[in-house]
């Protein structure tokens, strides 16, 4: 994981009580998350097996080890986790090689964030390995820190990657806007005590106590993220 410690974060001049923004990296900064169904389905194929649409939104969003294991043993595949963590890994990143897409919004939101500077965490279930070069196109430089699957204990749906987010930056969940595209980041999310904005890619998330659920990143703003978090007296 990569982080670098900022000076402690005081009350803007607006009175936000907003500390930090921890966002999603697949599906909700870069149009990626179909591309793990993709290769899912490629792999399998090449194994004899079909993967049942219906098994996407299981599958989404998760960390790999999970994922994985849940293919796995709804095909019978012939293969094992550590091989095929391997195979996914790999094909993942010779898909992004040539360019990621980003989601609409996104290039806007991270600009503005890094105006004002907000401290701000990446906080992906995707390995370092992927991250890294994922942030060739999103800008290293547009983070204060970053959080990979593969270097917590417990990754989402756990609330580990969100703590220890907010605690590197010097934040408390409860001042921490989290953007998420799907059930299982939510959950990290909400787990950790943080607010949360859920802008869907799989799946529907309804609305809930300390949840917001929006369109797209171009719904999202610093104005808009600051709203969410009560004002400190």
């Known amino acids: 994981m990569t982080s670098t410690v ?16 921890l966002l999603d990296m697949d599906g909700t900064l870069v149009d990626t998350e179909g591309f793990w169904w993709e290769i899912e389905a490629e ?3 090449e194994l004899g097996h079909r993967l049942d649409e219906a098994w996407r939104d299981v599958v989404v ?15 019978g595949a012939a293969i094992g986790l550590a091989e095929l963590s391997v195979l996914l890994n790999e094909r993942f990143e010779a898909r992004i090689a040539d360019r990621v897409p980003l989601m609409p919004g996104a290039e806007r939101l991270l600009s503005e964030l890094a105006r004002h500077n907000v401290p701000t965490a990446l906080v992906s279930a995707s390995h370092r390995r992927v991250i890294d070069q994922v942030l060739l196109t999103l800008g290293r430089d547009r983070f204060t820190m970053t959080v990979a699957g593969d270097e917590v204990a417990r990754t989402k749906p756990h609330p580990d990657p969100y703590l220890f987010a907010a605690r590197s930056l010097g934040a408390h969940p409860s001042r921490c806007a989290v953007i998420e595209d ?6 990290a999310a909400e787990a950790a005590g943080c607010r949360v904005v859920a802008i869907p890619s799989v799946g529907v998330i309804e609305a809930a106590p300390g949840r917001t659920v929006v369109r797209s990143l ?5 104005a808009f993220l600051r709203s969410l978090i009560a004002p400190m007296n």
């Open 61 to 75: 969003g998760g960390p790999m080890s999970r994922s994985a294991a849940f293919l796995i043993e709804s095909t």
């Open 182 to 187: 799907t059930h299982t980041g939510v959950a």
């Open 6 to 21: 900022p000076a402690p974060v005081a009350r803007t001049a607006d009175g936000s009580a907003l500390q930090a923004v």
């Open 218 to 222: 171009e719904d999202v703003d610093l």
């Open 43 to 45: 792999i399998f194929q």
